[in-house]
Structures are given as structure tokens and as C-alpha cells.
């Protein structure tokens, strides 16, 4: 880094915007396979958290693609690149006092493990939506697998790139099986046991 950049430290806090909202700011981080439910389970519980009066944002996978990081491909760099600049910008969110809530397949243990390290103990939230290879791709409206299968799609995660499930992450729901305001009430019972949100 140049020596001549300075961090800027502003006049309002992260603590100050927490006062405000009323809620602690996290990273939920989604993660699994593609077609496991991430994006629609983040935004269900986004609508909730909303309605609750907190302060949040998704950050989706396919639209990071089309702007903060459109230049990137999906080699295993890029890929890495990827999640690199997702990490960082969830940070930024999170000392903006807002519930961030990413929802990446980031298929390798070392990256999401990258994102955690940038921040503290208990800020970044995993949520493993565990649904298998079989319902992924029944669910599959864009029939991306079909096309890894056939070989038009190369390094496609869970058919020919590895998908590395999170050994030990807060949260793990069960979107292949399970209904998503299941899903979402296991979220928000969570937030309220470790003190993110008011329990009331």
C-alpha cells in the first residue's frame, strides 16, 4: 500500500449509526451451491429486518457481476478477486452501521476465512443454505447446470469445480428441505439470541 494513504477516521461512528437504528451491523454471509436459495432467502430476510425497522442491504452475487466487479472472469483468481472485493465492501457496510447481508456461492474455505478475518470476532455471521446437488437442480431456472453438464459451462461449482462447505459456521439452514420462513425465522431467532437486534 502507498505509504502516503491515511485512513480517515469520520466524525460519525459506527457506534453512533448503531445508537440510531437501533441494531448492531453484522455480515450475514450466504453462502452454497448455486440454486440452494441464497439471493431468496437473503432478501426474505432483508423484508423482514426492514419491516423491523433495521437498516440493511443485499449485496447479490449476479449483480456485483455487472458493475463492482465486471471486469473479473471465473478463473479460481478471479473468483478469489471476487470475494476479495465483496469482503471489503461488506466491511465498509458494516462500520455504516447496516445489516449487510452477501449472498455468494464462494465455493473455498479460504476466502470466506478471508472475509471473516478483516473484521471482528462476531461481526461475520456464516449461514451455510445446505440443499443438495439433486434439489439445486431442480431448482435451476436458469439452467446453468444443464449447461455444465454439456461442457458449455467450464468450472462450474459442484459439477466441475469443488464446492468446500463451511466446517463450522454459525448458521446452518436447510433450504432444500425446509420452507423459507423457516429459514428466515432461524435467521431472525439468531439475530435476537446474540444480541444483534432487541429481543422484543
Sequence with gaps: MNKNIFHQQGLVSRQHREQQSGHKSVILWFTGLSGAGKSTLAHAVE???????????????????????????????????????????????????VITLSAFISPFLADRARVRSLVKHGEFIEIYCNADLEACERRDVKGLYAKARCGEIAEFTGISSPYEAPVNPELIVNTGVDSLESCVNTILDYLKLHGVLRAE
Design 47 to 97: 423484508k423482514a429486518l426492514f419491516e423491523l425497522g433495521c437498516r440493511t442491504f443485499v449485496v447479490d452475487g449476479d449483480n456485483v457481476r455487472h458493475g463492482l466487479c465486471a471486469d473479473l472472469g471465473f478463473s479460481a483468481d478471479d473468483r478469489q478477486e471476487n470475494i476479495r472485493r465483496v469482503g471489503e465492501l461488506s466491511r465498509l457496510f458494516l462500520e455504516a452501521g
